[in-house]
């Protein structure tokens, strides 16, 4: 078992920022990748970013590429979202998943999400 635990989250202005971080623990793989996806009200969730376990590589969704930034800490078992110039349209639970590796379609472990909330 693995076990994501989101932080982060929360209510901004439009243009503002916030961070978001995911600490993973329990039987995690050698190499195992990350990535973050959101849910916003009424809608499908979707793909936000991805980032391998050495860092070097990383993949963001065209809504959020040049405002948001994805990178690895700790030793790298905590992932983080950097998001800057927040819009309305961001608003949205975001989740942070679990794969065994970076080229792996399926992502096994889920956080429990948080709130993002972006105001105009």
């Known amino acids: 078992q693995v076990q994501l635990v989101e932080s982060g989250g929360g209510s901004v202005q439009a243009g503002g920022s916030l961070r978001l971080s995911c600490a993973a623990s329990g039987r995690t793989s050698n190499n195992y990748a990350m990535g973050w996806f959101r849910q916003g009200p009424g809608k499908e969730r979707e793909f936000v970013a991805v980032i391998s376990w050495s860092g070097g590589s990383a993949y963001l969704a065209d809504s959020v590429k040049g405002r948001f930034t994805i990178s690895r800490e700790n030793g790298r078992n905590t992932v983080s979202l950097q998001m800057n110039s927040l819009k309305p349209e961001d608003t949205a639970v975001y989740y942070c998943?679990?794969?065994?590796?970076?080229?792996?379609?399926?992502?096994?472990?889920w956080g429990q999400g948080t709130q993002v909330t972006v105001s105009s």
């Open positions: 998943a679990y794969k065994e590796s970076y080229y792996s379609d399926h992502y096994a472990y």
